[in-house]
């Protein structure tokens, strides 16, 4: 029984990083050249689909606590590769570690409120995409300031205004086309 349980989580971080690294390598390779070619590149900080934010915000839902380990090491490692490989480790591991960790730091803070969204929570019942967009975007605030502090920002006020407000468009639009990907899957495939 042990070994399946075992293999089970060991399953679930596959997916979970899997499905994270798929999506900043997608950003990466499809979403930022097209965003590139059509806005200035002089004033975007951020991706405006952010899509592994949505990754984030589904991994926690489902999994909990199980998700923080694979979302801060693949952060890590596609930020070495894909992101920003000229930028110290413990900056990159610092920012991963903000971003593991933002999502289920916000599912707390709404069960301190007595909000328990999680699939198992007693609230599961309210749970659906609106709420998730809510606590997504609250999310990536936090996100947000902590890549700020850990890549030590040294942009004026407004700047910083500027940059928050992007990553918080970007993060919030991933959330919600990785919502409407897995209404349609599972739409499509009826398997919950």
């Known amino acids: 029984m042990r070994s399946i349980i075992q293999f089970t989580r060991f399953s679930e971080f596959a997916v979970i990083f899997a499905a994270f690294m798929t999506a900043y390598a997608l950003v990466a390779v499809v979403v930022e050249p097209v965003q590139h070619r059509f806005l200035s590149t002089s004033t975007m900080a951020g991706s405006l689909l952010y899509i592994p934010h949505g990754i984030r915000v ?3 839902w489902l999994c909990g606590v199980r998700a923080i380990l694979p ?3 693949a952060e890590l490692l596609g930020g070495i590769f894909l992101w920003q490989p000229d930028v110290s480790f413990s900056v990159l591991l610092g920012s991963s570690m903000v ?3 933002c999502v289920y730091l916000t599912f707390e803070l ?3 409120v007595d909000i328990e969204l999680r699939p ?3 609230h ?3 749970t659906n995409w609106k709420l998730l967009i809510l606590l997504a975007s609250i999310a990536s605030v936090f996100n947000s300031i902590g ?3 850990f890549f030590e920002s040294l942009a004026p006020l407004t700047d910083e205004l500027l940059i ?3 990553f918080w468009v970007g993060d919030t639009a991933g959330t919600f086309a990785c919502l409407l990907l897995l209404i349609g899957i599972r739409r499509r495939f009826r398997f919950w």
């Open 110 to 112: 709404f069960r301190l």
């Open 71 to 73: 979302l801060i090491l």
């Open 124 to 126: 599961s019942a309210l």
């Open 147 to 149: 890549k700020q502090i």
């Open 120 to 122: 198992d929570g007693k």
């Open 58 to 60: 589904l991994a926690v």
């Open 164 to 166: 928050l407000a992007m």
């Open 99 to 101: 971003g593991g960790l």
